[in-house]
């Protein structure tokens, strides 16, 4: 450990090292006296130490620090702007160019292709190769680089604990930790200021290093102690209290909320004191379309906005150079809206500007518990992973015996598992190699510091300020009630409507036919606009049009994507050729005039799949009578409960034409009725 010291002059004691498996360095806070520019470790040491790293403090320099050693390396961050950022400036900085991958940014216009890769690192003007990545390209890297990756390059995974955190919504994240283990232990480090306890053994094993400085970084902060149903008003309260006073002064809020930001936001544009630009919202590109107009994505490390919301992708990974209020916001009744006290520092740590926060505010309720609650621990959970990994294998086992269900056995793995994220206990995951189910030790790690944050910190109120006290923290506490009613935003319905609406006025200027391809073709709408177009393509030349686009209006609103689906199979049922095959098949067993019970219809239905070679099977009655409904106009008898066949226009479409003939080949026909069916 000790030829890793660059400057002793710098170290405020000596270094202690306890079995060769923890080694604890303590850092002089500042170089120069009274100085507030902190001692970086690029300063005190030649190269990181393997293993894993916990800095003390954010903005010490740890990837800094690895771009200048004299080895190749391969840097994983979580977030792109942070990855791109920090090539693009230490490229500027020392004129040897550091390789960025992943998705376009402000400073990378253009992603980087494999032979992109395989040009910088054949390129003898660049001996050192450094290469940073977001962690969803780091297997992309890898497979450019090819097998000699693992023992020409060093791989630092950053801000690990993100990983762990993130890893029930981010696949990548485990991929990352999966080619982490691929390297010898004295070619790989991972780092954070906020590092989390593996479940995982083979991490447990890893040498530790604590680098720390020997005085701390004491915050300042206010927490203010809310009711659940005053939250979000207290926000807003606390939003325009510091508006109020410093006007021209930047404020960043901290809620993993997407919904919650919109509703925050929506309600400070109407108070009339700030403008839409005014007002940003930084969360992942999944979320775009919820975030609506207030979307942004950080271009550089100056807030984009007088009021910024931030999410979970923000929380770590990114630097800010400027000075702002800070509120971060802990909401305890959904796990993912909880803030750890790790979390909380991380947050707080995205300001590197040399004098800090202007100021820190945390905002929060409590968690309730009910009496017979059982808190997890680390052997429960594993064995409750043990008994997922034992399920899926006993069906795997199983399936594979019999052909007809080993095509399935996949998909049935997969539904549990879905099942299983859906209930918030997922602890299993697929092997990235075999495909084979295996447990996620990221997913535990993420649940139990879930389930811990909220048991030990926000289970009473004084819990978190008693906390941050014993940290050192000034720690300013009070209860505030709040009666700004915050009307929440359903942000999927509202910018589905705004989508909805821009696509059918488009769709109201009788478009030709070469146009309205085109416009499929085009990247001006998104997936859902597309269908949109796509089932006006197929039906305008048959329905009038007026009525056409009123459906469309109307079921492409709603919720529930089955809506436009089963529109899709009536007009498709109404027009289609008096020849089709499947027409002629549903004719037959669903005469005009007949009277059916809900068995009758299940069975008759089967019947017409079965004689058109479709694959389509409904097992229930009620899903049998619903499927009917979109082919035909049905009542139903109260006393017989027996349905009556009345005509096979149920939504009462005028029709200005039928098909004269089966228009397509054969194949294609009942290809595109089988598209239809699977959708309905």
């Known amino acids: ?18 079995e060769d498996c923890l080694h604890i360095i303590e850092v002089k806070k500042h170089k120069i006296k009274d100085s507030n520019v902190p001692t970086y470790l690029s300063e005190v040491l030649t190269k990181l130490p393997n293993g894993l790293i916990h800095k003390d403090e954010t903005g010490m320099g740890a990837t800094t620090l ?19 950022s920090k090539a693009h400036s230490h490229s500027l900085k020392t004129g040897n160019k550091v ?20 040009t910088y690192l054949s390129d003898p003007r660049i001996p050192i190769k450094k290469i940073i990545v977001v962690a969803d390209s780091l297997p992309k890297v890898i497979n450019a680089i090819g097998k000699d990756v693992f023992k020409d390059f060093f791989l630092l995974l950053d801000e690990i604990d993100s990983f762990q955190l993130d890893s029930s919504f981010r696949r990548s994240m485990e991929k990352c930790i999966d080619l982490y283990k691929k390297f010898d232990k004295d070619k790989r480090a991972m780092v954070s200021a906020t590092l989390i306890d593996f479940s995982d053994k083979e991490l447990q094993s890893e040498t530790k290093t604590v680098i720390t400085y020997e005085t701390k970084t004491n915050r300042q902060i206010e927490i203010i102690k809310s009711q659940t149903k005053e939250l979000l008003g207290n926000i807003i309260d606390t939003i325009s209290s510091i508006h109020s006073l410093y006007p021209n002064e930047k404020i960043l809020v901290a809620f993993n909320s997407v919904k919650g930001n919109v509703s925050l936001a929506e309600n400070l544009k ?28 950080l271009d550089s490390d100056i807030l984009p906005g007088k009021i910024n919301f931030i999410t979970s992708a923000y929380f770590t990974g990114f630097d800010i150079n400027e000075r702002y209020h800070l509120i971060s916001v802990s909401a305890n009744k959904i796990n993912s809206h909880s803030l750890s006290d790790n979390r909380l520092k991380q947050i707080a740590g995205r300001c590197r500007n040399p004098n800090g926060l202007i100021s820190e505010t945390i905002i929060h309720d409590i968690a309730n518990f009910k009496d017979d609650y059982e808190h997890p621990t680390l052997e429960s959970i594993l064995k409750t992973a043990e008994t997922e990994l034992k399920t899926l294998e006993c069906i795997n086992n199983h399936f594979k015996k019999i052909p007809a269900l080993n095509n399935l056995r996949q998909n049935v793995s997969d539904q549990i598992v879905s099942v299983l994220e859906k209930g ?56 505030k009630n709040s009666s700004t009613l915050v009307q929440l935003v359903n942000t999927e319905e509202v910018e589905k409507e705004k989508k909805t609406l821009t696509v059918i006025q488009i769709l109201k200027n009788n478009l030709t036919h070469k146009l309205l391809i085109e416009l499929v073709k085009s990247d001006k709408l998104n997936s859902f606009q597309k269908k949109i177009v796509s089932t006006y393509i197929d039906y305008y030349e048959y329905i009038d049009r007026d009525i056409l686009l009123n459906e469309l209006e109307t079921r492409a609103k709603k919720n529930d994507s089955r ?4 529109f899709k199979l009536s007009a498709h049922f109404c027009i289609s050729a008096p020849g089709d095959l499947y027409k002629s098949r549903m004719n037959k067993y669903f005469p005009i005039g007949s009277k059916l019970t809900s068995a009758e219809i299940l069975q008759r239905l089967n019947f017409v799949f079965v004689e058109c070679h479709i694959t389509k099977k409904i097992d229930k009655e009620t899903s049998a009578v619903k499927f009917l409904k979109s082919h035909f106009k049905c009542t139903k008898d109260r006393l017989d409960k027996k349905f009556t066949i009345k005509n096979t226009n149920p939504l009462k479409l005028k029709i200005i034409k039928v098909k004269n003939e089966i228009e397509d080949t054969e194949a294609k026909e009942k290809e595109k009725l089988e598209f239809l069916l699977k959708q309905g």
């Open 1 to 18: 450990m000790k030829d890793l010291i660059k400057d002793a002059s710098l170290l405020s004691s000596p270094i202690v090292s306890l």
């Open 66 to 84: 690895e771009l200048e050693t004299l080895r190749n390396s391969i840097i994983v961050e979580p977030i792109k702007i942070t990855a791109s």
């Open 99 to 118: 390789l960025y991958v992943g998705s376009e940014t402000k400073y990378h216009p253009k992603p980087t292709s494999a032979n992109d890769i395989k």
């Open 270 to 297: 109407s108070s009339g004191v700030f403008k839409d630009g005014d007002i940003k919202i930084l969360c992942s590109k999944n979320s775009k379309e919820k975030a609506g107009i207030y979307y942004h994505e």
């Open 424 to 479: 918030g206990v997922s602890f299993v995951r697929k092997n990235i190699q075999t495909q084979e189910p295996e447990i996620s030790y990221l997913n535990i790690d993420a649940f139990l510091e879930n389930a811990n944050t909220k048991y030990n910190i926000y289970k009473e109120y004084p819990l978190l300020s008693d906390l941050l006290s014993k940290q050192g923290h000034v720690v300013k506490s009070i209860q």
């Open 563 to 566: 809506a436009l689906n089963n």
